[in-house]
């Protein structure tokens, strides 16, 4: 089958390994210019990041509700991926304020195109916490994860200045996603190539 822009998201869905080549062509520029933007006092993470982000879209994509656009929920996912980074590693950065500031500055985005009730569920996945307790009995849970409630989180994909990714990186990336889905040296193999590409356009936009 070839795999196109119709039935790509369909076909990731069943977990086919050429969707998600072309996935990674259609989305790993966006992501990668998420990510850069969101840990830049992490700069040693990124790839990390990208590593993990992308393992979590291929992980939840039973998440994904295909109502909205598809491309908005991958970069909610991402900007979610990194606000997790940045409270895990908090303590590595050398300007630990300017990192708080981007926690509280990234959470208020996320929740500010939720309701009420979505917000405290946007808390109570974040910390940890479930969905009972304080959330009123009156409200149906209709989000089993915080995967699924981030279809609610508006995220606009232009709102980045694309990294530019050639389409040998993005193959490089694709086949070390490979490795990574199979087991094999899960994170030397992409680290060592994730972080050639940061360096790369790290230097490029010096």
Known sequence: MKINKENYVVQLRL?????????????????VSIIRKHLFTLPHLQQECLTDTVAAIWNHLDSY??????????????????????REHQKEATIAWLIEKEIAEEKEMMVSCLNPHEQELFYRFYVGDG??????????????????LLN?????IFEYEKEH????????????????????????????????SFHKAAFMNC
């Open 152 to 156: 609610r989180v508006y995220t606009d």
């Open 15 to 31: 977990h086919n390994e050429k969707a998600l080549e072309f996935f990674i062509m259609e989305h790993g520029e966006q992501l």
């Open 65 to 86: 509700d295909s109502r909205n656009e598809f491309g908005n929920w991958v970069g909610s996912v991402a900007r979610y991926r990194c606000l997790e980074f940045l």
């Open 165 to 196: 990714l050639d389409t040998e990186e993005k193959e490089q990336i694709f086949q070390q996603m490979q490795s990574l889905l199979a087991g094999k040296k899960r994170k030397f193999s992409l680290r060592r190539y994730l972080g050639k």
């Open 131 to 148: 969905i009972g307790g304080s959330v009123k009995k009156d409200v149906k849970i209709v989000y089993r994860n915080m995967y699924d």
